[in-house]
């Protein structure tokens, strides 16, 4: 058996090509567990009551994926038993109902694990440094995530 | 001399993406955001809502004093919104 698939890896990607589920989930199996957490986000068609034509992602990139090592070592503190972590995001052009962002933690034990991925990649949000324009029919608009902990909250 | 990143919104202001500066190796980041609106005066009116990211650690705009060496990456964060 190969000794290094036992050595925890964190798979983390942003990328302007489609993502693959399949592909990220592949990257973090490994023998000795039994269970796969997968966060799957997607592009919504619609925000306030306007039509989203489709998102357009951009990355400080070096700095998020310093950012998202950061937040898969605190993963791995606090739940020592997930093995692999990948985490792929989508950079460009988003049509909608395409894959935006993936995480998946694989870990030998089932209970809660389906949970750390969703917690994993809503610590994600406020952290990354990525940004995205929701492209309305006419216009555009720069989102901002609520958790941003910098902007001014009582605008 | 230091590396400035313009991203998302800042860049529309600024017009650019990346620029080279020279500016006191000691400054505040107060300081620093007034050099950079004084070459880019649009970027103005995104004062609260950015931070720096100063050699990819993140620096509020205020007194904290920067040390700054020549290449250091400095960049205008806007509010994020990935994920």
Redesign the interface.
């Known amino acids: 058996m190969d000794e290094s698939e036992d050595v925890p890896k964190d798979f983390i990607k942003l990328k302007s090509e489609k993502l693959s589920i399949d592909e990220v989930s592949e990257l973090v199996i490994s023998p000795c567990c039994g269970a796969v957490s997968l966060f799957i986000?997607t592009t919504r068609n619609n925000f306030e009551g306007k039509k989203v034509i489709h998102l357009e992602?951009?990355?400080?990139m070096?700095?998020?994926e310093?950012e998202i090592k950061k937040i898969c070592r605190d993963v791995r503190q606090k739940w020592p038993s997930v093995k692999h972590i990948a985490v792929h995001?989508r950079l460009g052009n988003c049509l909608f109902k395409n894959v935006?962002?993936g995480s998946v933690c694989w870990s030998p034990h089932l209970a809660c694990r389906i949970l750390d991925a969703g917690v994993m990649?809503?610590t994600?949000?406020?952290?990354?440094?990525?940004?995205?324009?929701e492209i309305y029919e006419g216009e555009y608009s720069?989102?901002?995530?609520k958790e941003?902990f910098?902007?001014?909250s009582e605008k | 001399q230091v590396s400035v990143?313009y991203?998302?919104?800042s860049a529309e202001l600024a017009g650019l993406r990346c620029e080279t500066l020279s500016v006191p190796r000691q400054i505040t980041s107060l300081q620093l955001w007034e050099e950079i609106v004084k070459i880019h005066p649009r970027l103005a009116v995104i004062r609260?809502?950015?931070?720096f990211?100063v050699q990819?650690e993140?620096v509020?705009l205020g007194d904290q004093l920067l040390v700054l060496q020549p290449g250091d990456e400095v960049?205008i964060?806007?509010?994020?919104?990935?994920?």
């Open positions: 986000g992602y951009e990355a400080y070096s700095m998020a310093t995001h935006c962002i990649t809503l994600i949000f406020p952290i990354l440094c990525l940004y995205l324009q720069w989102k901002e995530n941003c910098w902007t001014n | 990143l991203f998302a919104r609260d809502q950015v931070v990211a990819q993140y509020l960049a964060i806007p509010p994020i919104s990935g994920g």
